[in-house]
């Protein structure tokens, strides 16, 4: 039996021990560190579950917008299955986006909790990037806009509306490249230079003189909005002519599908493609001269003539060097494909095309030019020289390529629209400013549209008739090139009343103008089903192609290259030069450049000149043919094709009856006999008939 212990040994008032000290202490550091093991260990747990939850969020979301598509392409098909046309795929994703937008918005409930404010008092900027110091652990967080002091409790919590939310960087770096660089890619330049001097008129005039009609006009808007009190804050002239630029920026892709679709007139168009397409590169580079635009002095916001010009020149060298920049990279493309042996690979062949296609974008941004204009003539460049120096393969895939990527990027982008109504969390919309946006669009169409088509008419051939200006008064659609513009920069009150409107703007032109085009078309008494390659009517004053047999024939066969006198200046420096050192085809550099420059000549020329007799070409290019191998008759004069007249190797009767000479008959036996496509050297004619711009 062992002895109980003594009082006085365990009860002794002096002091303890040391041993039994650092014994406690030990102990009591062993507590800690298991609950620092345990609660760093849970720390981890809830991090790792945290980004498996937003992993997991993130596949959702991108699920959701390739489900959408799916749904679209399959409506896409039923409605074509049953010839409908009063509503376009990309009002359908429209539509698509709106019904997920609800579900997201009103059937998820919030998974967050309101996280803490914290006052930072002192500082009188916001920061881009913030590190916190929580209990010896920093975190960093990012900048995402201002939010005003009535809404600071009602902040979304939704983590799903936030991952479905996309970056405006997405949209300029991703979906806008394939977008605008098809659009160049796919030109048929036959009929867009034919009206090219109409088509820059509308482009660059027209843009400018809409935009700064529509932003005065909503300047007027926003003065009566503060005098009824409808205005609860900032709104300046400079941001009115922003709006302007942003919503003059025309995308009738609903239009452009039904015109394609029914063979509508080629000119028409043609004029609609040209302006749309020149137009975004326009707006987009008038948006960011209005931006530049900084007075000096105290009021930022006042006119000043300096500032005004630097804008100008702002334009001026943004615009010329972001068309440098796409034309010098599709012309170093062009150099590659033409002096390599890549077309023995034409799956190398055709990543090297991709990849330095959307480079061109990437470089003029960072080179701080614009990415739309860069990639737009990079594009038109590309199809111009590279398409001809490419293996079969590589054409049939870089056309395909370009063409569902511009699918699936323009389709993504109006789904999101839709999606956006609901789930973007900063909208301001403003009946009176709605409904002055309507007004002041409709009345700078109509500013654009009809006095430059009065003007244009006094030195064209071929007038823009009334019925041609009221079909593209009516096809001012805006699409994704005005969305992205307005959502690049919400962080003001005055930008997201902007793109609030803007997003209307756009779901109403889509849906109404859209669906209105077929009828429209009929009421404008506009042909369709017109042969793209179709000759315009004949009149006793234009020239005539002398090839075929009979009446018929002689106009069947009027010269189908009426270029405008722009085109025309710098054709022949084209063909004779920039063609044969930059593809295939064309005629030998040695027939073409001084004696002197032999040895040059004969390094940039291809081997495939001196050996096909026939070049490769793409289907779009225009053609030019050897003097002597055509004449043409003007009124009772008999021309030859060098420009010559007199005596000539073949003649023509008013009846349309002729002999043929020798080159000629030579002509037939190689297209076979009835082909009125004449061709030599991969070249077509175009003559300084008519300008019809």
Known sequence: MVPPLRPELWASPGPPSPLLLGLVLLLLQLCRGLRAEDSGAMEEIATEKEAEESHRQDSVSLLTFILLLTLTILTIWLFKHRRVRFLHETGLAMIYGLIVGVILRYGIPATSGHDKSLSCSQEDRPFSTLLVNVSGKFFEYTLKGEISPGKINNVEQNDMLRKVTFDPEVFFNILLPPIIFHAGYSLKKRHFFRNLGSILAYA?????????????????????????GQLSDKFYYTDCLLFGAIISATDPVTVLAIFNELHADVDLYALLFGES????????????????????????????????????????????????????TGVVTALVTKFTKLHCFPLLETALFFLMSWSTFLLAEACGFTGVVAVLFCGITQAHYTYNNLSVESRSRTKQ????????????????????????????????????????????????????????????????????????MFSGLRGAMAFALAIRDTATYSH??????????????????????????????????????????????????????????????????????????????????LKPILTHSGPPLTTTLPAWCGLLARCLTSPQVYENQEQLRDEDS????????????????????????????????????????????????????????????????????????
């Open 204 to 228: 660059f005039l027209g843009t400018a003189v809409s935009c700064f009609i529509i932003g005065n006009l909503m300047y007027g808007v926003v003065k009566l909005m503060k005098l009824v």
């Open 277 to 328: 397409v020149l137009n975004d590169a326009v707006a987009i580079v008038l948006s960011s001269s209005i931006v530049a635009y900084q007075p000096t002095g105290l009021n930022t916001h006042a006119f000043d003539a300096a500032a005004f010009f630097k804008s100008v020149g702002v334009f001026l060298g943004i615009f010329s060097g972001s068309f440098a920049m796409g034309a010098v």
């Open 622 to 693: 225009d053609f030019i043919l050897n003097d002597g191998d055509l004449t043409l008759t003007y009124g009772d004069s008999t021309i030859t094709a060098n420009g010559s007249s007199g005596s000539h190797t073949a003649t023509t009767s008013l009846e349309g009856r002729r002999t043929k000479s020798s080159s000629e008959e030579a002509l037939e036996r190689d297209l076979g006999m009835g082909d009125h496509e004449v061709s030599s050297r991969g070249t077509r004619l175009v003559f300084p008939l008519e300008d019809n711009a």
């Open 401 to 472: 390529l370009f063409e569902v990527l511009h699918f699936l990027a323009e389709n993504f982008i109006f789904s999101y629209m839709g999606l956006a109504l609901f789930t973007f969390q900063k909208h301001i919309f403003s009946p009176i400013f709605i409904i002055g946006a309507f007004i002041a669009i409709f009345l700078g169409r109509a500013a654009h549209i009809y006095p430059l088509s009065f003007f244009l008419n006094l030195g064209r051939r071929h007038k823009i008739g009334w019925n041609f200006q009221h079909m593209m």
């Open 496 to 577: 997201q009343m902007m793109f609030s409107t803007t997003l209307l703007i756009v779901f109403f032109t889509v849906w109404i103008i859209g669906g209105g085009t077929t009828p429209m078309l009929s009421w404008l008494n506009i042909r369709v089903g017109v042969d793209p390659d179709q000759d315009p009517p004949p009149s006793n004053d234009s020239f005539q192609v002398l090839q075929g047999d009979g009446p018929d024939a002689a106009r069947g066969n009027r010269t189908k290259q009426e270029s405008a006198w722009i085109f025309r200046l710098w054709y022949s420096f084209d063909h004779n030069y």
